[in-house]
């Protein structure tokens, strides 16, 4: 029969210097991988919170009915296709924060009947006419 007393009293050998630095760098390295993967975490949960935010609204103060009736001679002008004329102002209205561009209807009437119209389209062919002659 074997006697197995003698290897069951075996203290275990020290380590050596540079077993324990490599465990020391690994202990390292894993604690920076917990880090990253905690910092990872807490920058999806911000990004979602973000996502979450009403868009801010990008239309100058008081100039939204102004921008439906640009709006509206873009869409009649053929320079939005594959949507409703309420599909183009909803999406309008989305991408720059204003929800009432959606609800457009009353306002361009409005704008139409007080000879706004003019107005407006008046202002932009003098800007259009200082932005052509800035450039030469």
Do not use: W
Request: glycine content about 6%.
């Amino acid at each position: 029969m074997n006697d197995f007393s003698a290897y069951a009293n075996q203290q275990p050998a020290p380590e050596s210097p540079l077993e324990l630095f490599l465990r020391g760098m690994a202990g390292m390295v894993r604690q920076s991988e917990n880090e990253k993967f905690q910092l990872k975490q807490h920058c999806d949960q911000l990004e979602k919170q973000n996502q979450q935010l009403p868009p801010s609204c990008i239309v100058a103060e008081g100039k939204q009915k102004e921008l439906i009736a640009i709006l509206n001679v873009l869409y009649e002008a053929g320079y939005a296709t594959g949507c409703t004329k309420a599909e183009f102002m909803k999406r309008m209205a989305d991408a720059m924060g204003a929800p009432g561009i959606a609800n457009y209807t009353k306002a361009l009437y409005n704008i139409k009947t007080t000879y706004k119209y003019d107005e407006i389209f008046q202002n932009l062919a003098e800007v259009a006419e200082r932005e052509k002659t800035k450039n030469d």
